[in-house]
């Protein structure tokens, strides 16, 4: 089944504690893409990377890294949390053309 | 990155058609008309998209204005588990892969 796994679901933790949100995809795709969403903001693109080893900054990429070691694989590293980076975040994946993309269900983050 | 317009809730009943309407007055020659949906707890689900044409897919249909200034997202036979977030977008052939989610319309389904 195609799939883009986020780990974890629910996280809360304080400000200053690094953290890492893995994001993985079993379709062999090139591109993916993280995400967050916020009321009344809707879905921003945070980082994309178009294939190993490369990847680039998205709408809103403060306080966010990213790497792609590996085609499946694909982790949002937050190094010191903020509250203002509480929110809910989604990975995507998607092939070549990127015409379907595929979403995670989702890690909801809270930063105290 | 061109705009779209996009009511803000639709009601419908169950089992029958849903049409969802989307203007994007400017819209270029190169950009695809996409729809996501998002259910309620979910991440965001690829529906349907087109460039010029009518498109049918296992899920829905989207049919394309001629001047492509707008589109309709249509829903056969709603069901309760159709409720959710619809998002029309428009993506560059060229782009970088990003999909500019507004705020969408989120339809509700009736029994």
């Known amino acids: 089944e195609a799939q883009v796994t986020q780990n974890p679901r629910y996280l809360i933790t304080v400000t200053g504690k690094k953290l890492t949100v893995t994001c993985s995809q079993n379709?062999?795709?090139?591109?993916m893409s993280w995400y967050r969403q916020d009321p009344g903001l809707g879905l921003r693109q945070i980082y994309y990377?178009?294939?190993?080893?490369?990847?680039d900054k998205g709408d809103v990429p403060e306080g966010y890294k990213v790497s792609r070691k590996e085609k499946r694989n694909f982790p949002l590293i937050l190094e010191s949390p903020s509250p203002n980076q509480t929110s809910l975040y989604f990975c995507a994946s998607g092939d070549r053309g990127h015409n379907i993309q595929y979403f995670g269900a989702g890690t909801r983050l809270s930063v105290l | 990155d061109a705009k779209t317009t996009q009511p803000n809730s639709m009601e419908s009943n169950e089992e029958e058609p849903v049409h969802l309407p989307c203007n994007h007055s400017?819209?270029?020659?190169?950009?695809?008309i996409h729809w996501y949906r998002q259910l309620p707890s979910q991440g965001p689900e690829y529906v349907i998209h087109g460039l010029t044409s009518n498109v049918n897919n296992r899920m829905a249909s989207l049919a394309i204005a001629e001047d492509r200034k707008s589109s309709t997202l249509i829903l056969h036979r709603a069901t309760l588990r159709d409720a959710a977030v619809y998002y029309c977008?428009?993506?560059?052939?060229?782009?970088?892969?990003?999909?500019?989610f507004g705020q969408g319309t989120t339809l509700q389904v009736k029994p």
């Open positions: 977008i428009l993506r560059d052939s060229g782009n970088t892969g990003k999909l500019i």
């Open positions: 990377s178009m294939n190993v080893e490369v990847t």
């Open positions: 400017t819209i270029s020659g190169t950009d695809y």
């Open positions: 379709m062999n795709h090139e591109y």
